[in-house]
């Protein structure tokens, strides 16, 4: 079967512009949700999904981790295709490329993560009450659930490009229904531990979906019947079926649609990849004039930064201006709450650039993949290695993501050993390995 788009442009535009637009609007979404108070000279935070039911359907919105996902699945899928295309540099195998992808992620994280177990720490000896870390250290954690998720779908990577190369549209579709049966199973049985396994089916079947772009096989017709598929099915299981509305977590729902992923977000992620993709080519012909590649180019070289990072200034101007006075803190769901979000959203959208700037200027720091080095190893004991250390390090971002930096007041030991540790072996490589660490 043909695993290459034989009429695709030099660069899909469509899909660089779909996975920055989806970063951005997730990083909205979580800055509209932080909703931090400081009454009585405590810091507390509000959630609007609890206080105003109604802005549950805007969630539908902005979750769009399913769309970077997507294109997260095309991206690895050129990537693996090209990795033998130059005829003057040898071939990298397997275990080179799974390394080289894991390294690029876990580099910025690495040094994101390290920085804030420092801050903590200080904070810690400064004797800053405990209560007001955790919450602090949860706000800066909770969104790196998504790299746990992202880590293991990339290093099982050449795995799916030869199942699609062999199953092609019945991958992403096995997997689906492996969904569905183990959330059939688990609500019925009143056993809701078990749907944890759909962290691996509903975001590998969405990766898979972009593999099969990248194949050929999401045509047009395709994507539009899986759209209208979906489309259909969704309001009928958050209507008549056991899923709530939201598409993220909301305290006291039997069943959350994101942790873990439900029936109903992959059938959200069903109509938007159907709809989008089936516009990338319209949209390539349009992104490529003008400015939109520059513009483009830029704003997937600081996506990733812009995610690692963007819970810092909520913090920051949550410590700075709740305490003086300088932001209002109105009754939620008044038209003064909204203006108030308004003010919120726009100075966070200033701090942010601000850091982003910063980042960008330090990028060999910020943004330096994970350094590799040589080890006297046999190739299989490498990639066993490689692929050790990359469930020791998706189990950690897991674990700050549930519980903070600064549980009960307290690092995160745990985590930090399983990060250090799997880091470590991710980073030793055979030494006959041809790896390099550039981007």
Known sequence: ??????????????????????????????WLLSVMTYRDGAFGRDNPLVVMPWTQWLTWGFQVVPVFFAVAGYASAVSW??????????????????????????????????????VMAALLA????????????????????????????????????????RFGLAVPAVLAAC???????????????????NYFFCWAAIYQL??????????RRVLVAMAAVAAVALPLLVTWGPYPVAMIGVPGVRVENSAPPSVALLALAAVQIGVLFALVPALNRVLERGVWPKLIAVANDNVMALYLWHMLPVIVVTLVAYPAGLLPQPEIGTGAFWLARLQWELVLMVVTAALLALLYWQRRVFARPLPTFAVPLPAVAGEAALYAGTGCCALALALLSADGFAPGGRLPVLAM????????????RPRHAQYTSRT
């Open 81 to 118: 295709a090209n990795r033998g295309r130059n005829p003057s540099a040898r071939p990298e195998s397997r275990q080179d490329w799974v390394r080289r992808r894991v390294a690029r992620t876990l580099g910025p994280t690495a040094v994101y993560a390290g920085f804030v177990v420092l």
């Open 210 to 219: 972009g593999i099969a772009w990248h194949g050929a096989l999401l045509r």
């Open 1 to 30: 079967m043909d695993t290459t788009r034989a009429s695709a442009p030099a660069r899909e535009l469509a899909l660089d512009l779909f996975r920055s637009a989806a970063v951005m609007l997730v990083v909205i979404g979580h």
């Open 126 to 165: 400064a004797g800053i009450d405990g209560s007001v870390l955790a919450l602090g250290g949860w706000a800066v954690a909770m969104h790196l659930w998504f790299l746990a998720v992202y880590l293991m779908v990339v290093a099982l990577t050449p795995v799916a490009v030869a199942a699609h190369a």
């Open 179 to 197: 969904l569905v049966a183990v959330d059939v199973v688990a609500i019925s049985t009143d056993h809701p531990g078990v749907r944890v396994v």
């Open 417 to 428: 050993v399983l990060f250090g540790g799997g880091a470590v072996l991710v980073a030793a």
